[in-house]
């Protein structure tokens, strides 16, 4: 047994951290929403530039975190080392709690979904004792890449890049695919009309952006999972940093071509008795798979459909190994710092933290085999924002501190108008989301009593 991470991430390594835990089944699916709260194309267009921007900003604001404290452990070291140890816990255990095990069990079910596209024994409907093929081929896929991670962190790697680059190009031919086969009719009925149509008002419009603005946000999170292996990379202070920045920016451009291409092949307005995909456009794509409906109305029916499944398989997959590989560190770091399980703190003899991994996994599964995950995804994504304000705010707590300011990219008026603007977000969901909002803080909230539970024994570590 030893208890040292290696630094065996490189640049390109660390940038396909950040991308492939970016791209899921989000982008595939969320745009159908986005297009029934705000129909009209600008509004569309308008959410996923806004989202991309604040991604950047945050992914920029996040690197100068990094070079000042480039530790295992990311943004649940910053919080804790700038606000205390209760603010960083409270981060760790959502995180571990819900945010990255539910994202983790969401991605896998969406992975085993789209495989029913292929296989048709792969059914949402539930067998005997409770669990469907779904459900058990998401566990099968948790537990293959727990296992694989484990295996030691040379393994994470290949897997990673090979399918962050798999996964790029999926989405790259998607884009391709749908400006090049493009749709006259569907050109028309969306560029030729108001790209800013407001039927409900613009006040309501605007009151509605917020609301559209998760679903966007979501599908481009988990760029920080990076920072969370900050200890396995070469030259942490510099490679984080660019990586984030890099890894951001071809994630979002990518996610705003996509959805230029989606708007090129079908029309945004559709009906939902529509017979065929053109008829049911964006806002009523079957089952809000807009990527789908787009490969079939360009490529045909069956074939689209499989070859979508195909890109989406293979971006799930990545996406999932990306979570697994660094959620777990945030595990380790706190059971280091005597606030997480004594036995999570043990890395095994390939050096990863390997029983942080299986707690992780196991967690995972149970939330996939419970059907509630999605229900907590939708709870905590406005505990992340405030999480990501707190983060941010951070910086000035470090300018405070020291006079020399932390390497990294990023100016303070990014870090400003990205709280304002993160901030102005939280607001408005308070008011459009209120039910989410007080399940969010509950989520918090129910890590006090472990915190005082662990605390003790953090103390008597630190003397």
């Given at each position: ?42 509004w569309l267009l ?14 920029a604001s996040y ?364 607001v408005d969901l ?34």
């Amino acid at each position: 047994m030893t208890n040292r991470l290696e630094a065996r991430l490189g640049f390109v390594d660390a940038t396909a951290l950040v991308a492939g835990s970016m791209i899921g089944s989000g982008i595939f699916i969320v745009s159908a929403d986005i297009a029934r709260r705000l129909p009209a194309p600008g509004w569309l267009l308008l959410v996923w530039t806004i989202a991309g921007a604040l991604t950047v900003a945050g992914a920029a604001s996040y690197g100068r975190l990094a070079a000042a404290m480039p530790r295992a452990g990311g943004q649940y070291v910053y919080l804790a080392e700038l606000y205390g140890p209760v603010c960083g816990f409270l981060y760790g255990w959502t995180l571990v709690l819900v945010i990255q095990t539910g994202t983790i069990a969401a991605v896998a079910v969406a992975f085993a979904t789209f495989a029913g596209t292929l296989w048709d024994v792969l059914t949402p409907a539930r067998g005997p004792l409770g669990v469907s093929p779904v459900q058990a081929c998401a566990v099968v896929v948790v537990v293959t890449l727990t296992a694989l991670n484990a295996r030691g962190l040379e393994e994470g790697r290949r897997v990673q890049t090979v399918f962050t680059i798999a996964k790029v190009g999926a989405l790259a031919a998607v884009v391709v695919l749908g400006l090049g086969f493009s749709s006259p009719a569907a050109r028309a009925a969306n560029f030729q009309t108001s790209l800013f149509a407001t039927p409900q008002g613009l006040a309501g419009s605007l009151s509605e952006l917020g609301a559209a603005m998760v679903g966007a946000l979501f599908a481009a999170d988990a760029w920080a999972n990076v920072t969370f292996a900050a200890g396995e990379v070469r030259d942490a202070p510099r490679t984080v940093p660019r990586a984030l920045v890099a890894g951001t920016v071809l994630v979002c451009l990518l996610y705003l071509a996509t959805n230029v291409a989606y708007l090129n092949a079908l029309p945004l307005r559709g009906s939902p008795e529509g017979t065929d995909v053109f008829a049911r456009g964006i806002q009523n794509a079957t089952a809000d798979r807009v990527g789908t409906a787009v490969m079939e109305a360009v490529v045909g029916g069956r074939v689209g459909a499989v070859v979508m499944a195909v890109a989406v398989m293979i971006s799930t997959f990545g996406c999932v190994n990306g979570l697994v590989l660094a959620g777990a560190r945030v595990a380790w770091a706190m059971a280091r710092d005597g606030l997480f399980f004594a036995p999570a703190a043990r890395l095994n003899a390939r050096h990863v933290p390997g029983v942080a991994l299986w707690l992780q996994g196991a967690w995972a599964c149970v939330l996939a085999l419970s059907g509630r995950y999605g229900d907590l995804l939708d709870y905590v994504i406005i505990a992340e924002l405030v999480f990501y304000l707190f983060t941010v705010s951070g910086l000035f707590v470090l300018a405070r501190r020291t006079s020399e300011q932390p390497r990294g990219v990023g100016y303070p008026w990014l870090q400003t108008v990205y709280l304002v603007l993160v901030g102005v977000l939280v607001v408005d969901l308070l008011i459009t989301k209120p039910a989410y909002t007080w399940g969010s803080l509950a989520v918090i909230a129910s890590g006090v009593p472990f915190y005082v539970w662990w605390r003790p024994r953090a103390v008597t570590r630190e003397a």
